[in-house]
């Protein structure tokens, strides 16, 4: 039930209508509620494009993650990857600094 309770909440969250969704993924829009109410599975093939659609990692829609990454950060996580050993540590590097100090500011709010 979690794919279908996540896709129903991440299409509206990102307003976008059943049939918007649909005609994204190439299907006739009822095919989008019966995912939604947990008639029908999508097909591997069909679950990744609505990921993509809806610009959050698989792993969100299906349950594996709580944590609901949205494209650009997937994004940035792989360009960090493809990256050489030194620049990903000076850039992991720089981002923690970042996050310390942004918690710290939080913290004093």
């Known amino acids: 039930m979690l794919f279908a309770e996540r896709l129903l909440y991440t299409r509206k969250k990102k307003k976008i209508s059943q049939e918007e969704l649909a005609?994204?993924?190439?299907?006739?829009?009822?095919?989008?509620?019966?995912?939604?109410?947990?008639?029908?599975?999508?097909?591997v093939e069909v679950a990744t494009k609505i990921a993509e659609a809806l610009e959050v990692s698989l792993d969100y829609?299906?349950?594996?993650?709580?944590?609901?990454?949205?494209k650009n950060i997937i994004d940035i996580i792989t360009s960090l990857q493809n990256l050489n050993l030194e620049d990903k540590q000076h850039?992991?590097?720089?981002?923690?600094?970042?996050?310390?100090?942004?918690?710290?500011?939080?913290?004093y709010k």
Do not use: C, F
């Open 61 to 70: 829609l299906t349950g594996l993650s709580d944590l609901e990454l949205d």
């Open 91 to 107: 850039i992991t590097t720089t981002i923690n600094a970042l996050i310390r100090d942004a918690k710290t500011r939080n913290a």
């Open 23 to 43: 005609r994204k993924l190439g299907v006739h829009a009822p095919i989008i509620g019966r995912y939604e109410r947990d008639e029908v599975k999508p097909s």
